[in-house]
T-cell receptor
Framework: GEDVEQSLFLSVREGDSSVINCTYT??????LYWYKQEPGAGLQLLTY?????DMKQDQRLTVLLNKKDKHLSLRIADTQTGDSAIYFC??????????????FGSGTQLTVLP | SQTIHQWPATLVQPVGSPLSLECTVE??????LYWYRQAAGRGLQLLFY??????ISSEVPQNLSASRPQDRQFILSSKKLLLSDSGFYLC??????????FGPGTRLTVT
């Protein structure tokens, strides 16, 4: 079955770059996602990448995809205290009709130190 | 623009009591709707999804049920809550695009 793995914790200094890593198992995944969750809140979609892409950049965020190794990473440049949150990696697969199911990793708690 | 609402935001219920959580989406038609549960602030488990009114797919057999009485309304229910039903319940929607957008969540504590 589908499985998505992430390290549980990451600490960085304010102003440094953060790199959050994720591995997945379903080679048929067509989309891979990064979500951000702040304490007590829902999940916010940060970015997603189509599986035929290697890289996607959006302002301070860079997503890298190594399809051969089934490895996805999220780089946050110039990390700020407001970036402290749990970051979830997810892969999608098609279910019935137009619905897509997402399989989530356990999340990486990013702590930004002053 | 589209928005998604969930209520209540928090709920404390005794074991054995019924449950009804509501999710509504504004600004779109015929969305796919999803219920997830997040335990201990971590991984999300898909509980139900719906591609249309009255169409519910269950992913995990359990003490919960879902219904979709209207196009943009998704309800999560239980007849008798268990302690293990405690968690953070998230509703999400999507269209033919590939993103899922999440609501603010409901924190359920079963005592």
């Amino acid at each position: 079955g589908e499985d998505v793995e992430q390290s549980l914790f990451l600490s960085v200094r304010e102003g440094d770059s953060s790199v959050i890593n994720c591995t997945y198992t379903d080679s048929s995944s067509t989309y891979l996602y990064w979500y951000k969750q702040e304490p007590g809140a829902g999940l916010q979609l940060l970015t997603y990448i189509f599986s035929n892409m290697d890289m996607k950049q959006d302002q301070r965020l860079t997503v890298l995809l190594n399809k051969k190794d089934k490895h996805l990473s999220l780089r946050i440049a110039d990390t700020q205290t407001g970036d402290s949150a749990i970051y979830f990696c997810a892969e999608s697969f098609h279910s019935s009709g137009s619905a897509r199911q997402l399989t989530f990793g356990s999340g990486t708690q990013l702590t930004v130190l002053p | 623009s589209q928005t998604i609402h969930q209520w209540p935001a928090t709920l404390v219920q005794p074991v054995g009591s019924p449950l009804s959580l509501e999710c509504t989406v504004e600004g779109t038609s015929n969305p796919n709707l999803y219920w997830y549960r997040q335990a201990a602030g971590r991984g999300l488990q898909l509980l139900f999804y719906s591609v249309g009114i009255g169409q519910i797919s269950s992913e995990v057999p359990q003490n919960l049920s879902a219904s979709r009485p209207q196009d943009r309304q998704f309800i999560l229910s239980s007849k008798k809550l268990l302690l293990s039903d405690s968690g953070f319940y998230l509703c999400a929607w999507s269209l033919l695009a590939y993103e899922q957008y999440f609501g603010p969540g409901t924190r359920l504590t079963v005592t």
